[in-house]
């Protein structure tokens, strides 16, 4: 028997203050009773719901995985797009549909994103604490000058807003564009994208090579890649 938090956080995309929280508001039942104390502790056999969403549980045995997918562009990293978009989900085998992403990928952008069926290893890999670095190939129409990675080595300031140093150098360039390699440790939404259109230069590839000790290598586009840890 474990503590309810415990064993679902694992078997779900949400935390243990999550679940802690949707106990609360009486989402959460167990073999068909709504339970209401946080200190209850279940089995693996036991029967759950979520919001009435059945919660297939997880042993910590099965919880063993990180999967490497290169993302190709123009999908998305969700279940599920009300524009009947393509999501990385169409790329994923049926089997594959339980595995949880860590972090995200916006539409145009493309490379290595981490899958795992643990969530609280996900939040962990995701955590800014962990101080993972994810590294981007970045292709950037207009000059980059010595100026800017100068900057973006310091903390970048937009208006009131500062992002954490980020380390870039650049690989190629030519009078229309700029190919350079650079390294996060905080990947903000849209970071890349939104320090470039704040000095009127605009990305057009974008592509996470690693994350972590995670490395993209030759991984084709659209593949998925089971890592044992």
Excluded at 187 to 194: A, S, T
Aim: proline share 2%; glycine share 6%.
């Amino acid at each position: 028997m474990e503590r309810i938090n415990k064993v679902l956080a694992r078997s779900t995309g949400f935390s243990r203050r999550d679940i802690d929280r949707l106990i609360d508001e009486g989402a959460v039942e167990i073999d068909g009773k709504t339970i209401l104390s946080k200190g209850c502790k279940i089995n693996i056999n036991s029967k759950v719901k979520i919001n009435q969403k059945i919660i297939t549980l997880k042993r910590d045995s099965e919880l063993n995985s990180i999967y490497l997918f290169h993302k190709p562009r123009g999908c998305l990293v969700t279940k599920s797009d009300p524009k009947n978009r393509k999501t990385i989900y169409d790329f994923l085998k049926k089997n594959h549909n339980d595995l949880l992403s860590v972090g995200r990928l916006d539409y145009n952008t493309e490379g290595l994103l981490l899958l795992t069926n643990n969530g609280e290893l996900k939040r962990k890999l995701e955590l800014p604490s962990s101080n993972l670095e994810r590294v981007y190939k970045v292709k950037v129409q207009g000059t980059v000058d010595k100026k800017i990675i100068q900057k973006l080595s310091q903390g970048y300031r937009i208006n009131n807003f500062k992002y954490k140093p980020i380390k870039a150098y650049i690989t190629h360039n030519t009078k229309t564009y700029t190919w350079l390699m650079m390294t996060l440790t905080e990947g903000k939404n849209r970071e890349i994208r939104n320090i470039f259109e704040s000095l009127n230069l605009t990305v057009t590839r974008l592509i996470r090579v690693s994350y972590g000790k995670y490395k993209l290598g030759n991984l084709p586009k659209g593949i998925v890649k089971n890592i044992k840890l």
